[in-house]
């Protein structure tokens, strides 16, 4: 039965901001309940292990920003506004959860982590959400035709990278306009074209 008041959101960003600070096996249960100001029991109420927790913080982060990308996927804008907001998501979602995606960083090499199947399949779902995106834009004769799979991984590539090692100065809408601008267009000398080369 689950407790009466919800405790998992405070306990998450607790363990995630201990998990992104320390290797594993220096964080302890205890430590994340006296970072929430919640009990020990409380933890184990939610989380069976410190591995579940761990997983939970990655699960949940992917659920997030999976949310606001299929909101965006939704509009019906053109494929470069769809894919600069969609990249905007990304670049908003980590900055305001920096900790829960360092968590993920570290985790989704981990072949042990617990509900790795369900990471794995949120991870395609990212690259999904990408790939219609481009795939609509190939049908609406805005894109040319392309391995749709592979430039989601590279659009997503892209952001990541540019919020990793870029400054972190930049805003989250000046890292979707220049992700988008050099995906859609390259990097080519000349004048600046629009989505299908001209």
């Not at 919800?6 to 096996?25: M, N, Q, V, Y």
């Not at 292990?49 to 999976?66: F, R, Y």
């Not at 996927?73 to 995606?101: I, K, N, P, W």
């Not at 369900?118 to 481009?134: K, N, P, Q």
Request: charged fraction near 30%; aromatic fraction near 8%.
């Amino acid at each position: 039965m689950r407790p009466a008041t919800d405790h998992s959101p405070k306990i998450l960003k607790a363990a995630a901001r201990l998990f992104a600070a320390k290797p594993f096996h220096e964080v302890l249960m205890e430590d994340v309940a006296n970072e929430a100001g919640v009990s020990k029991g409380t933890v184990y109420r939610f989380y069976s292990s410190k591995e579940d927790l761990c997983a939970a913080i990655v699960i949940e982060w992917m659920d997030s920003l999976l949310h606001r990308l299929d909101t965006a996927l939704r509009s019906g804008s053109s494929t470069e506004t769809v894919l600069r907001d969609m990249v905007l998501c990304v670049a908003r979602h980590l900055r305001r959860q920096f900790d829960f995606y360092r968590v993920m960083q570290k985790e989704e090499s981990n072949a042990g982590l617990v509900r790795r199947p369900e990471f794995l399949a949120r991870r395609r779902a990212m690259r999904d959400a990408f790939a219609g995106a481009i795939r609509r834009g190939e049908e609406r004769s805005e894109l040319r035709g392309v391995d749709a799979a592979a430039a989601a991984d590279m659009i997503i590539g892209m952001t990541f990278s540019l919020l990793k090692f870029g400054s972190p100065q930049r805003a989250p809408e000046e890292v979707a306009a220049l992700v988008t601008d050099v995906f859609l267009n390259g990097a080519a000398r000349g004048k600046k074209r629009g989505p299908r080369g001209r």
